[in-house]
């Protein structure tokens, strides 16, 4: 299972950010699917999980209203809106993909990861 992030970049605090997160292979048909950060010196944090049809959601706390997770279906791939960007959003985003709950997604023992893509907001 391979999972490839794209959309990171240099954003000014205040604006918005679209990942992509790319599934290549048709095996992780029927898995949850999550973003996850993680900052320079902190843990891992996770994001947002949506199921594999995109018909269920479960966001942390930290994000809830900033951030909406979605599937595009056609093209096979979740994506990560991320507005009103701060500074302490700076971070490498994952993706991840897990034959688990949506909640579980947050401290699962996940098994496939992104390579991750660089996130970085300027104040």
């Known amino acids: 299972v391979k999972l490839v992030e794209s959309g990171g970049g240099l954003v000014q605090a205040g604006g918005s950010q679209r990942l992509s997160c790319a599934a290549a292979?048709?095996?992780?048909?029927?898995?949850?699917i999550a973003w996850f950060r993680q900052a320079p010196g902190k843990d891992r944090e996770f994001l947002a999980a949506?199921?594999?049809?995109?018909?269920?959601?479960y966001y942390s706390d930290s994000v809830q209203g900033r951030f909406t997770i979605s599937k595009d279906n056609a093209k096979n791939t979740v994506n990560l809106q991320m507005n009103s960007l701060k500074p302490e959003d700076t971070a490498v985003y994952y993706c991840a993909a897990e034959r688990t709950t949506l909640q579980r997604m947050a401290y699962a023992n996940i098994n496939y990861w992104g390579q991750g893509t660089q996130v970085t907001v300027s104040s």
């Open positions: 949506i199921s594999w049809y995109g018909t269920n959601t």
């Open positions: 292979e048709r095996t992780i048909n029927g898995y949850a």
